[in-house]
C-alpha cells in the first residue's frame, strides 16, 4: 500500500498540465501548503464545469473531479499531520463534498 505522500505524488497527473510543474516543485520543496492551495483553487475552477443541476456533463470531467477532490484532502490531511497547527482560514476553502482521509501510511 502506498504512503500518503506517494498518493498525493501519483495522483498530480490529474492537475491541469499548466500547474503540474508547480505542483512538482511544492512537493519537491515540501511546501505542501502552497500545493493545498494549488490544488484547491484547480478544483474549484474545475467544480464550474458542472450544469445546472450540479452535474457533470461528461464522465471525464466527473473522474477528474473525483481525483481532485481526493487529492485536496490527501494534501491537507498530510499538510495537518506535519503542520497540526494548520488551519483553513476560510472554510469555504474546504469543499464540503471532499472527505479528509484519515489513514496517514
Known amino acids: 500500500m502506498p504512503t500518503l505522500l506517494q498518493k498525493i505524488k501519483d495522483n498530480l497527473i490529474h492537475l491541469p498540465s499548466k500547474d503540474l510543474k508547480f505542483a512538482n516543485k511544492f512537493v519537491d520543496k515540501r511546501d ?6 494549488l490544488v484547491s483553487a484547480d478544483h474549484k475552477i ?4 458542472r450544469n445546472k443541476d450540479g452535474l457533470f456533463d461528461n464522465e471525464n470531467d466527473s473522474n477528474i473531479d473525483e481525483h481532485l477532490c481526493e487529492l485536496e484532502g490527501d494534501v491537507l490531511t498530510y499538510l495537518r ?3 497540526p497547527e494548520y488551519e483553513i482560514i476560510n472554510d469555504e476553502d474546504c469543499d464540503s463534498d471532499c472527505f479528509l482521509r484519515e489513514d496517514f501510511d
Open 32 to 37: 505542501f501548503e502552497s500545493l493545498y492551495e
Open 46 to 49: 474545475h467544480d464550474k464545469k
Open 81 to 83: 499531520c506535519i503542520e
